[in-house]
């Protein structure tokens, strides 16, 4: 399964994006996508990489305490796609973000991020 994150881009401080990740790949990407538990995180220049969210395959999701009120984690397993809703947008959130499946059964695999900029 190959993930891609996408929707990323230049926006100013308080505003808002919304970024996407894809799994596709083999026929069988649906059924392992739906079990995977999916996670956002991202990783500034210079810094180690943070974890932001994950939602498991039944749809409970965990934030970082520092994204919670202000991002969103959503997937849909019909569509093999998680969706992060960025709103408040800081200089601070300027990062590269990428998303991630795993679990039992699950191939550990990072996609592609995408890259946030957050002028102020």
């Known amino acids: 399964v190959q993930l891609q994150a996408s929707g990323g881009g230049l926006v100013q401080a308080g505003g808002s994006l919304r970024l996407s990740c894809a799994a596709s790949g083999s026929t069988a990407s649906g059924s392992i996508f739906s079990r995977s538990i999916m996670g956002w995180y991202r990783q500034a220049p210079g810094k180690q990489r943070e974890f932001l969210a994950l939602i498991n395959n039944a749809g409970s999701i965990n934030y970082a305490d520092f994204v919670k009120g202000r991002f969103i984690a959503s997937r849909d397993n019909a569509k093999n796609t998680v969706a992060l809703q960025m709103n408040n947008l800081e200089p601070e959130d300027t990062a590269i973000y990428s998303c991630?499946?795993?679990?039992?059964?699950?191939?550990?695999?990072w996609g592609q991020g995408t890259l946030v900029t957050v002028s102020s």
């Open positions: 991630r499946s795993f679990g039992p059964g699950v191939v550990d695999s």
